[in-house]
């Protein structure tokens, strides 16, 4: 049986938009990160991060983590996240008619 969890999307310009879990070790603070979900497995995560937002990746620390030896750590730089922007929508303009006063 899978387990709930909290999944979020941060913007790392330029590796681009990453979805991270709840657990994850590089999670921006909250003003830099936003809720998507509650969901049982990351491709659903990403399925619902996709929905959302364009050109989403997992972040390599959800994915897999590594062993960690004793006196090693393996780090990964990411660029420091920011909140992602949503697509902004396409207005719709329609012909106004307009009266005559006549």
């Known amino acids: 049986m899978y387990k709930a ?3 979020f999307v941060s913007d790392h310009f330029p ?13 921006p603070s909250l003003e830099e990160r936003t809720f998507i979900g509650t969901c049982y497995t990351l491709n659903q995560a990403l399925t619902v ?17 590594p062993d960690e030896k004793e006196g090693q750590q ?7 996240p920011k909140k992602p922007k949503k697509p ?8 106004v008619k307009h009266l005559d006063n006549n």
């Open 15 to 27: 590796s681009g938009l990453l979805l991270h879990r709840i657990d994850c070790p590089q999670l």
């Open 88 to 95: 902004a929508e396409k207005k719709i303009f329609r012909a």
């Open 74 to 80: 393996e780090y990964l730089v990411l660029n420091t």
């Open 49 to 65: 991060a996709s929905m959302h937002f364009s050109g989403v990746k997992v972040c390599p620390f959800c994915i897999t983590r």
């Open 5 to 7: 969890m909290k999944y």
